[in-house]
């Protein structure tokens, strides 16, 4: 079984629309990220998350990205208002400690259209 | 910043061949991880590394701090070796989350 699981799998959306991609780590762990990798490019960071808030964030994360842990279970990302740059794979990752293994969803496509 | 540069970006082989990748970094880290990337997209843990070596199966991971250079080696390779085979590495603390390299292709010819 898999450490963390997200959802969906692929979503294609129109520009300008908001998007909510989920991560369900399966135990818990201390540090979330989220990551994004464009076609053909490297993985790249977007944000860091620990103790329930945002604890670092990239260039790439403007205002226009959002995290959250509402239920202390589910850690969602959300793209307000989609652009068609926006179009990626984007990977949730958990680690337990800052110097330990980290494990990667499966991913989530976007597509905008 | 922390760069990181893998060699080589493509590597065609034969089955039973020793594959070896290479990671160099510019900055010093706290670890580095090797992963592996399926075609499917999908990225696995192969190894996280502070120092010296670790095995798994066929896979060998070594690091040299002072040289900033890493290497993931492959012994017997198989075709089902085949994938994106990426080098992260991680400063202190975890909030930075990590810094990727580009990849490597491997394609293992059966």
């Known amino acids: 079984e898999p450490e963390v699981t997200q959802t969906p799998s692929h979503q294609v959306t129109q520009m300008g629309q908001e998007v909510i991609l989920r991560c369900v780590p399966i135990?818990?762990?201390?540090?979330f990220y989220w990551y994004r990798q464009i076609l053909g490019q490297k993985v790249e960071f977007l944000v860091s998350f620990y103790n329930n808030e945002i604890s670092e964030k990239s260039e790439i994360f403007d205002d226009q990205f959002s995290v959250e842990r509402p239920d202390g279970s589910n850690f969602t990302l959300k793209i307000r208002s989609t652009k068609l740059e926006d179009s990626a794979m984007y990977f949730c990752?958990?680690?337990?400690?800052?110097?330990?293994?980290?494990?990667f969803g499966q991913g989530t496509r976007l597509t905008v259209v | 910043k922390n760069e990181v540069e893998q060699s080589p970006q493509n590597l065609t082989a034969q089955e039973g061949e020793f594959i070896t990748i290479n990671c160099s970094y510019s900055?010093?880290?706290?670890?580095l991880h090797w992963l592996q990337q399926h075609p499917g997209g999908g990225i696995v843990s192969l190894f996280m590394?502070?120092?010296g070596k670790k095995k798994h199966g066929r896979l060998i991971a070594t690091i040299n701090i002072q040289e900033k250079h890493s290497s993931l080696h492959i012994t017997a390779s198989h075709p089902r070796d085949s994938a994106v085979y990426i080098c992260a590495v991680g400063s202190g603390g975890g909030a930075d989350g990590l810094t990727f390299g580009k990849g490597t292709h491997l394609i293992i010819q059966p």
């Open positions: 590394l502070s120092s």
């Open positions: 135990s818990n762990h201390l540090y």
């Open positions: 900055v010093g880290i706290s670890a």
């Open positions: 990752a958990i680690q337990g400690d800052w110097n330990t293994e980290a494990f």
